[in-house]
């Protein structure tokens, strides 16, 4: 069959989108506002783009435009951190992602801990087997469809201790899990191993 995408209600394009593509990996993004008052929200349109310099970018949405408050913190501050969600994380992310008031502390509220940032503003979550500072490159936005890109270089790595070993993370023992579709997460250890493809440059002809 062929669906276009344009004839769908909003919903079914969300649901659409969301099945299609899977597992997402989910940013646990925590910023602080200019008043001090820490947040935490996930977000699952979030990818990694480049390594050197380590860009992250994930997309907020804001429906009818009022801005989300990561968005508004992130523009204030402009800084955030990125906090990997493990298995044990689950809980608190999906409590975290309820639509609280903007006084409101989801990192207080699901009883996780905040430490002061090193290199930026915002905290990271001590709970997160890795979480990434990141300082704020660039916001996109998508005219008319309240979509914010936010683009950030991590600057700094939090990372649990014994989980890293001779230059290496070991991402087994990181716990991960994505996002599948609404209300539903996949672990990160139903693994397989494929060994990419060396091409030799063509050998000279005898
Ligand atoms: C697994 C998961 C993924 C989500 N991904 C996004 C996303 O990519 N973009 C977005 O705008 N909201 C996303 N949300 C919803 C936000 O987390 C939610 O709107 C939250 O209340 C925003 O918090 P804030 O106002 O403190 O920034 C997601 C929620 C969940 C549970």
């Given at each position: 069959m062929e669906l276009d995408p344009a004839t769908l209600s909003p919903r079914e394009a969300y649901q659409l989108l969301i099945t299609s593509i899977v597992p997402r990996p989910i940013a646990f993004v925590s910023t602080i506002s200019p008043q001090g008052l820490t947040n935490a929200a996930p977000f699952s349109f979030f990818t990694a783009l480049?390594?050197?310099?380590?860009l992250l970018a994930f997309s907020v949405i804001s429906p009818g435009g009022v801005e989300k408050d990561t968005l508004r913190n992130i523009r204030a501050t402009r800084d955030f951190v990125i906090n990997i969600v493990s298995e044990e994380l689950a809980d608190a992310m999906n409590t975290a992602s309820?639509?609280?008031?903007?006084?409101?502390s989801e990192i207080d509220l699901t009883g996780l801990t905040a430490l002061p940032g090193v290199k930026v503003k915002a905290p990271w979550i001590a709970e997160s087997p890795v979480s990434m500072e990141c300082r704020l490159t660039q916001i996109v936005e998508i005219s008319d469809s309240f979509v914010s890109i936010i683009m950030g270089e991590a600057v700094l790595f939090h990372i649990r201790d014994g989980i890293y070993h001779d230059g290496r993370l070991d991402e087994m023992q990181v716990r991960a899990i994505g996002a599948l579709g609404t209300n539903s997460y996949c672990r990160s250890d139903a693994t397989f191993g494929l060994v990419r493809p060396t091409i030799r440059p063509p050998q000279p002809s005898r």
């Amino acid at each position: 069959m062929e669906l276009d995408p344009a004839t769908l209600s909003p919903r079914e394009a969300y649901q659409l989108l969301i099945t299609s593509i899977v597992p997402r990996p989910i940013a646990f993004v925590s910023t602080i506002s200019p008043q001090g008052l820490t947040n935490a929200a996930p977000f699952s349109f979030f990818t990694a783009l480049n390594a050197r310099p380590a860009l992250l970018a994930f997309s907020v949405i804001s429906p009818g435009g009022v801005e989300k408050d990561t968005l508004r913190n992130i523009r204030a501050t402009r800084d955030f951190v990125i906090n990997i969600v493990s298995e044990e994380l689950a809980d608190a992310m999906n409590t975290a992602s309820g639509d609280f008031a903007a006084d409101v502390s989801e990192i207080d509220l699901t009883g996780l801990t905040a430490l002061p940032g090193v290199k930026v503003k915002a905290p990271w979550i001590a709970e997160s087997p890795v979480s990434m500072e990141c300082r704020l490159t660039q916001i996109v936005e998508i005219s008319d469809s309240f979509v914010s890109i936010i683009m950030g270089e991590a600057v700094l790595f939090h990372i649990r201790d014994g989980i890293y070993h001779d230059g290496r993370l070991d991402e087994m023992q990181v716990r991960a899990i994505g996002a599948l579709g609404t209300n539903s997460y996949c672990r990160s250890d139903a693994t397989f191993g494929l060994v990419r493809p060396t091409i030799r440059p063509p050998q000279p002809s005898r």
